[in-house]
């Protein structure tokens, strides 16, 4: 994701608020040229708005009430002098949640959200122009919309587990879940005239501070409650970028990029009092009982590219586009974990230490750095078949940066049971040919892409409670994806899109094996997905949408709304194959029925979303210490559910 030219490669940072935005763009495949060598698979890039000269401002406000829902958004725009402007804009959100946690006695997730964006620009019309936008995000999540279900063979029947509620009934028993996370971001842009060619100037300043503490268990038993994490990240980064003037038949950029970050990063898995429990076959684990693991986590990157793009008109009708990015970046890691005994754990820390190793966590510190220098090139050639048709083709090759693992529980040279610390660059190419359409009332495009990977970077199961990142996999992607829309008479719009997806590794060997399915692959006990169809990978997805508005007098106007969403079924687990963690196909109908005036000066409506009520599974798993506690003999799931029906009701106003 890129907001303002600014690379948001952290996931934290991709919970920034979507306000006040000018335009999304969606790119899928390889970006390699304008978006850098981590844009692999596609780039969604925000452009927010910047200040104008015209004095005004909006503000909307909305509640639902099925789970309490209030969205407060504010902007205001006003000119400083001639040359001068600024733009304000915040934004706040406060919610009970959709799932009943009955350990906590309250709706989860309860969410509190709140933004602010200033923006400031200088230099309207003149040789500079400036723009600084500086933004402020907090971000306090009680609880997840989680709930466990699937009981098979033996697990409802164990000892342990017999209070376990595995009935999807909107509720959860889940321990404390706290999230906190502060964001501070900066953006400086600036426009030289430079005869004829514009240079571009962009400063990024990246921050954030995140902190958990988690019920990993995710049951009301006092297993690994406690538990607890957290980041620290920074990012500062300049791009130098020249344009060429537009008028001619060949026109290019040219730029070079830096980026320096560092993450510092820390976790703390607790074993509770629930171990000292244990008795016959498992009174083995009892020295786990208060006990943890503390890990820490350092990197430092430092990355630097130079790039180039030109597109040369052949005719008036013919285009042809070459890029390349050249990238090299530096990195270099650290991790240390140490296990240690609470004041209630009398047990010696050899034994301690010794038990630990027997779900493979082992005291260890590593710690490496490495260099890597990739070229990623593209090219393109358009061909205007008509005015309103125009066909293409185009070639790219993606790579992502390797990197380090932060939470492995042992060391690669660990005997029996191998972690992870370094992992190689992800590399794909991608081939793509379509066809675009524009005319005045209606608009399509169809494309059909073929993209390999290799050495894709993937979570391997450890065996024991963790997982290890590797380039343990490749894959094939190909698909075909259509959308079009359609203005019929002046008031009604229909549009709709479609894509079907191939996605199946081609070379997987370590996969983790569900629970009922022997393993395959010796050693290690994994087994062999090559030839199967990756997970989160629909077949089908789509949508379809009619637009329609009405005047009613001489300054109102009714707009009508209504949507759907659909998608085949899909695996939901992001590490195992699991027949019993499918998501089954659905679709999920929405609406928008609103009064206002015609200038947008108020409006007044109601929203519906997922009217049908579906029950989407969003992630799964296994639930922690299942199969352990079962004896392998039994098993159930835990997943992260979509938000059910809800309706709300919006008020806005401009000035």
């Given amino acids: 994701m890129f907001v303002d030219g600014i690379y948001y490669g952290r996931d934290q940072l991709v919970r920034m608020p979507i306000v006040d935005v000018a335009r999304v763009e969606v790119l899928r495949g390889p970006q390699p040229t304008l978006f850098g060598k981590n844009a692999i698979a596609g780039a969604i890039s925000i452009i927010n708005n910047k200040p ?31 040359k001068a402007a600024v733009r304000l804009v915040g934004y706040y959100r406060k919610q009970d949640g959709y799932i009943f946690n009955t350990t906590q006695n309250r709706d989860e997730p309860n969410v509190d959200t709140k933004f602010f964006r200033g923006t400031f620009s200088l230099g309207k019309d003149g040789p500079v122009t400036a723009s600084l936008k500086i933004e402020h995000a907090d971000f306090a999540v009680l609880g997840q919309a989680r709930e466990n279900f699937n009981p098979r063979g033996t697990y409802s029947a164990s000892p342990f587990f017999t209070t376990i509620d595995t009935t999807l009934n909107g509720r959860s028993q889940s321990g404390v879940f706290d999230s906190r996370t502060k964001i501070l971001n900066s953006t400086l842009d600036i426009d030289i005239e430079a005869g004829a060619h514009t240079v571009n100037l962009i ?17 009301a038993l006092p297993m690994l409650d406690g538990t607890n994490q957290g980041e620290n990240y920074d990012q500062l980064s300049q791009e130098i970028r020249l344009t060429s003037p537009g008028d001619g038949p060949f026109t290019y950029l040219a730029g070079v990029y830096f980026q320096t970050s560092k993450l510092k990063a820390r976790d703390t898995v607790v074993f509770g009092d629930f171990f000292k429990t244990l008795a016959g076959p498992f009174a083995a684990f009892r020295p786990l009982g208060d006990s943890r693991s503390d890990r820490q986590f350092l990197q430092n990157s430092d990355l ?59 005291n260890h510190s590593i710690s490496g750095e490495f260099s890597e220098n990739v070229t990623t090139p593209m090219a393109n050639i358009q061909y205007d078949i008509t005015p309103e048709l125009m066909a293409y083709a185009s070639y790219a090759k993606g790579a992502k940066a390797g990197g380090f693992d932060i939470r492995s529980n042992s060391l690669p040279t660990t005997p029996g049971f191998p972690g992870a610390f370094q992992f190689r660059p992800e590399k794909a190419d991608n081939y793509e040919t379509g066809l675009k359409y524009k005319s005045r009332n209606l608009s399509f495009a169809v494309n059909y892409y073929n ?46 899109a479609v894509g079907y997806l ?21 050693p290690g006990n994994f087994c062999n997905y090559s030839g199967a169809r990756s997970t989160m990978a629909p077949k089908w997805t789509g949508n379809v949408a009619a637009d329609f508005n009405y005047p009613v ?25 699991d027949s019993s963690t499918y998501q089954q196909g659905y679709s999920k109908i929405g609406a928008r029925l609103s009064l206002g005036t015609i200038d947008g000066g108020w409006e007044l409506a109601l929203v519906g979303r997922n009217l049908t009520n579906e029950r989407i599974i969003l992630t799964a798993g296994s639930l922690p210490l299942a199969t352990t506690l079962t004896g392998n003999t039994g098993v159930a799931n835990t997943g992260i559910f979509d938000r059910p029906r809800n309706v709300a009701l919006q008020a806005s106003m401009k000035f």
């Fill in 553 to 577: 007098g001489d300054n109102l106007q009714i707009v009508f709304n209504v949507n759907a969403d659909f998608s085949s079924r899909y695996q939901t687990s992001a590490n195992v194959l």
């Fill in 451 to 496: 993209t390999t990977y290799k050495d894709l970077q993937t979570l391997t199961f450890d065996g024991g409670i963790g997982f290890n990142v590797d380039n343990a996999s490749a894959a094939k992607v190909s698909g075909v994806e259509a959308e079009g829309r359609v203005a019929i008479g002046d008031h009604l719009q229909l549009s709709g």
């Fill in 304 to 362: 630097w590219s130079g790039f180039a793009q030109g597109t040369y008109a052949i005719t008036d009708q013919l285009r042809v586009t070459a890029g390349v990015r050249y990238s090299n970046e530096k990195k270099s890691g650290n991790r240390d974990l140490v296990i240690t005994a609470g004041p209630t754990n009398l047990t010696p820390i050899n034994i301690v230490r010794a038990v630990w190793g027997a779900v493979r966590v082992v």
């Fill in 502 to 522: 191939d996605f199946k590794y081609t070379d997987f060997l370590r996969g983790q094996c569900p629970f009922g399915l022997a393993p395959n692959v010796q």
């Fill in 52 to 82: 104008s000269d015209d004095f005004g401002g909006s503000l909307t406000g909305s509640y639902e009430f099925n789970h309490k829902e209030t969205q407060l958004t504010g902007i205001v725009n006003a000119p400083i002098g001639q």
């Fill in 203 to 219: 400063s990024g300043f990246a921050h954030y501070k995140s902190s958990e503490i988690l019920d990993v268990d995710y049951t």
